[in-house]
């Protein structure tokens, strides 16, 4: 299957700050990526859809201002949790598809952010 | 009425065994079909999709698809222990590809 990166694996920050989660794509252009967060046994929840180049569909109740995604290249999304609460302490994931060229979405590693 | 309906197990068989994986869907406007896994504390992982009526293979695993009944599932042959793990049924419909995901179901092969 197609490699999609996800960095940072883990990450640890102070309430206040924010983080920065990067998503590629290694070996297919990405025309379409997905956030998604992930509570301990929980379902996937999706927060948002990015298209290359333009921006982001949330999710109802996702707050864009906290969580900003970005969608510069086809290889490139990012999620910057800002401003960061223990209660957004989560498993992130991303997904990546190329579309009608390949539809079926393949997932990154996942971030695991505690905020402290 | 919720969109993809997956028993949430968990589905114990021993070793060896088949396992079989059912899920169904709500809107008939459904497309593409995937089976994910999910191993616990990391991300699913693409097992399989399907978008035409009927079986398709791949090693161990077998989709199965039924858009009349709007049932869609996963036989996984001679069970192993490391396929212990959630598996997570998901739909797409029209052209933004989103996916819509079963609850998943948990399956444990016993050695």
């Known amino acids: 299957g197609a490699v999609v990166s996800q960095h940072p694996s883990r990450v640890i920050c102070k309430s206040g700050t924010s983080v920065k989660i990067e998503c590629r794509s290694l070996d297919f252009q990405a025309t379409t990526m997905f956030w998604y967060r992930q509570f301990p046994k929980k379902s996937l929840m999706l927060m948002a859809t990015?298209?290359?180049?333009?921006?982001?569909?949330?999710e109802q109740g996702v707050e864009k201002d906290k969580f900003l995604i970005n969608h510069a290249s086809l290889t490139l999304s990012t999620l910057t949790v800002t401003s960061a609460h223990p209660e957004d302490s989560s498993f992130y994931i991303c997904s990546a598809t190329s579309g009608i060229l390949r539809p079926e979405a393949f997932f990154g590693q996942g971030t695991r952010l505690t905020v402290v | 009425q919720k969109e993809v309906e997956q028993n949430s197990g968990p589905l114990s068989v021993p070793e060896g065994a088949i396992a079989s994986l059912n899920c169904t869907y709500s809107d008939r406007g459904s497309q593409s079909f995937f089976w994910y896994r999910q191993y616990s504390g990391k991300s699913p992982e693409l097992i399989m999709f399907i978008y035409s009526n009927g079986d398709k293979e791949d090693g161990r695993f077998t989709a199965q698809l039924n858009k009349a009944s709007q049932y869609v599932s996963l036989l996984i042959r001679d069970s192993q222990p490391s396929d212990s793990a959630t598996y997570l049924c998901?739909?797409?419909?029209?052209?933004?590809?989103?996916?819509?995901f079963g609850k998943g179901t948990l399956l444990t092969v016993n050695p």
């Open positions: 990015s298209n290359e180049g333009s921006k982001a569909t949330y």
């Open positions: 998901a739909v797409t419909r029209g052209s933004n590809y989103k996916l819509t």
